[in-house]
């Protein structure tokens, strides 16, 4: 009976965890991945999101291209992005473009000023995927669920 319980607890603890982990993204109220209204994308898995942001691959799960668009360094937006969806800090993240422009297996994403910038350049292209401010949706360009 005691063991039945134990694994219970765990079970429950586990669950818990996993509810938390998709309300943290959920709950990111200002941050939101975007792509083209015109897009056919509307929902991706964070590791798909994490793939095209750190070059490991430039196609969406359909097998359209996709270009990542990146907010500047030092932005907290971008911090929270990259810490959600690759589990990253901005010290792992400089460090793995490090690597990666000086072995030429990558180039980090093309980087814009400021949200309104990024939402404009990804309106015009449906293989652009960024990350916005909630604030600056429009009509444009579409957020996109972000699955754990």
Not at 20 to 26: E, L, T, V
Not at 38 to 66: C, D, H, N, W, Y
Not at 100 to 110: A, I, L, S, W
Request: proline content about 6%; hydrophobic content about 55%; glycine content about 4%.
């Amino acid at each position: 009976m005691q063991q039945l319980f134990t694994i219970l607890r765990w079970r429950l603890l586990l669950a818990g965890l996993l509810l938390w982990g998709a309300a943290a993204f959920a709950s990111a109220a200002d941050l939101v991945v975007v792509v083209s209204a015109k897009s056919a994308v509307t929902s991706l898995r964070a590791e798909q999101v994490a793939a095209i942001f750190m070059a490991q691959t430039g196609r969406f799960p359909s097998g359209e291209e996709a270009i990542a668009i990146d907010l500047p360094v030092g932005s907290p937006l971008r911090d929270e992005f990259y810490n959600r969806v690759a589990a990253r800090t901005p010290a792992l993240m400089k460090a793995y473009w490090t690597k990666m422009v000086f072995t030429g297996r990558g180039q980090p994403p093309r980087e814009l000023p400021n949200s309104a910038a990024v939402r404009k350049m990804v309106a015009d292209n449906p293989a652009m995927i960024a990350y916005i401010d909630r604030s600056a949706l429009d009509a444009s360009v579409k957020a996109i669920q972000v699955m754990p």
